[in-house]
């Protein structure tokens, strides 16, 4: 469990200044603050960096470090703030079917959370990238659920629960998974194959997301894309190393670990 000074350094990452108690109004304000202020980048794959899931080391890098991660950083670290505070957390593994077939058969490469509260049990997930979930779900079938972003629901046929979408008049599929609880050493080994295996995009190219009120902002293979909540939609490509690395500090408010190594990868990539 994380001690107070680390609950303290999370709560001044994320700018939550309340008296924090293990409700539901609470969960909803942690979880938007979260995805607020901390972005989902992938940074240490593609440098070939290693990716620690101890709760140091999320607190090292996400918090003291400024940086973002991914999934089983994100959804690590909120797991352990929110044990702290007292709820009770169950980790979970999903299927990630995001731009894929809907009976597309993936690995379990994705953590999101149940959390059971007192008057029923919820979802959260604070790691999904460019469609990431700023609200809280009650884990019940067919209901859109309004988020302070896009609506989602959540839909289960025998026994299986899809997390999905609405993104203009359609409903797209996130990820696929089940109630069965995940332990800390469940993730380590699909960690070290996403953060390290040639296969993984996480290694071949900048995944990167933040959430604005207003909107959100996502980069990747060259792109910077901003999303606004009016359905607006801006695209502009980014050809120099430099200037990626300019919009990844300023626009998606990055320490970035070694600008020149980066740099040099995405040059290399660019070749």
Known sequence: MLGDADVSAYFA???????????????????????????????????????????????????????????????????????????????????????????AVTPRSHMLLRVDLPERPVIVDVGFGGAVLTGVLDLVTDVEQETPHEPFRLIEHGGEWRLQILIGDDWRTCYR????????????????????????????GVTCARVLPEGRLAVRSGLFTRYGRDGSFERREVDEPEAFCDILSEEMGLELPDRAALIARLGVMAA
């Not at 332990?183 to 290694?203: C, G």
Request: hydrophobic share 45%; with cysteine; charged share 20%.
């Open 13 to 103: 990452r994320t700018g939550y200044a309340g008296e924090p108690t293990p409700d539901r109004a609470t969960l909803a304000e942690l979880v938007l603050r979260h995805t607020l202020a901390i972005p989902f980048e992938n940074f240490d794959p593609l440098l070939g960096r290693p990716v620690r899931l101890e709760p140091d080391a999320l607190i090292a890098k996400l918090v003291h470090g400024r940086r973002g991660g991914y999934c089983f950083e994100q959804n690590g670290l909120f797991w352990r703030v929110l044990e702290a505070i007292g709820f009770r957390v169950t980790p979970l593994a999903a299927r990630v079917l995001w731009n894929m077939d809907e009976d």
């Open 177 to 204: 998974f089940d109630l069965h609880p995940q332990l800390a050493i469940d993730f380590e080994p699909v960690n070290w194959w996403v953060s390290t295996s040639p296969a993984s995009h996480f290694t071949q």
